[in-house]
């Protein structure tokens, strides 16, 4: 059973680039019909989905967010990472990746979730 | 705000049947059979119980059913349990610009 955990630092400063890992294990990476993505939750909000990427490198990004996201893959590594620039009190959430099966999947595997603080 | 629309909170006695709301346009809810649903409980990870506006995965109960009319998709419970008492978010797919949107969330108390 596939199973993801997110890495990276729980404190960023305002103005700064917030970078995150997601590492599946369990399955590799470059499946077909799968997709990696990454959802956010702000303390005591609801979800907010951030962008999507396939193995191939194909991504797909929330319009509101796009101009300062960046999703990548590395297939030897089996990982996926976020870049988020310019980083405001606005971007402190819990960081989930996920994967989505393709069509009408929904978000089926789940991350443990990291909290990303923007502070200084 | 949400791009979908749910009510901030539901409620229902144990056994009784409710049923949340999510509101879209016929640019998502309306125009792809690409619904699902996730229950959370507080400080725990999103759990995937309804895709494709009304299967489930499995393990996932049978007293939890998805029904899309329209713009308007939503989640039925029936048979309340104690165990039910959660958030639940909507999400679909709005189409090559959007992608993926969520509602906001409604908040499920058992009484």
């Known amino acids: 059973q596939v199973q993801l955990q997110e890495s990276g630092p729980g404190l960023v400063k305002p103005s700064e680039t917030l970078s995150l890992t997601c590492t599946v294990s369990g399955g590799s990476i470059s499946v077909d019909n799968y997709y990696w993505g990454w959802i956010r939750q702000p303390p005591g909000k609801g979800l907010e989905w951030i962008g999507c990427i396939y193995y191939s490198g194909n991504t797909y990004y929330n319009p509101s967010l796009k101009s300062r996201v960046t999703i990548s893959v590395d297939t030897s590594k089996n990982h996926f990472s976020l870049r988020l620039i310019s980083a405001t009190a606005a971007d402190t959430a819990v960081y989930y990746c996920a994967r989505r099966a393709g069509g009408g999947g929904g978000f089926q595997a789940w991350g443990q979730g990291i909290l990303v603080t923007v502070s200084s | 705000q949400s791009a979908l629309t749910q009510p901030p909170s539901a409620s229902g006695s144990p056994g009784q049947s409710v049923t949340i709301p999510c509101t879209g346009t016929?640019?998502?809810?309306?125009?792809?059979?690409?619904v699902s649903w996730y229950q959370q409980y507080p400080g725990k990870v999103p759990k995937l119980i309804i895709y494709?506006?009304?299967k489930r995965p499995s393990g996932v109960p049978d007293r939890f059913s998805g029904s899309k009319s329209g713009n308007t998709a939503s989640l039925t419970v029936s048979g309340l349990q104690a165990e039910d008492e959660a958030d639940y978010y909507c999400?679909?797919?709005?189409?090559?610009?959007?992608?993926?949107?969520f509602g906001g969330g409604t908040k499920l108390t058992v009484l």
């Open positions: 494709g506006v009304n």
């Open positions: 016929s640019r998502d809810v309306g125009a792809y059979d690409h």
């Open positions: 999400s679909a797919y709005g189409g090559g610009n959007v992608y993926w949107v």
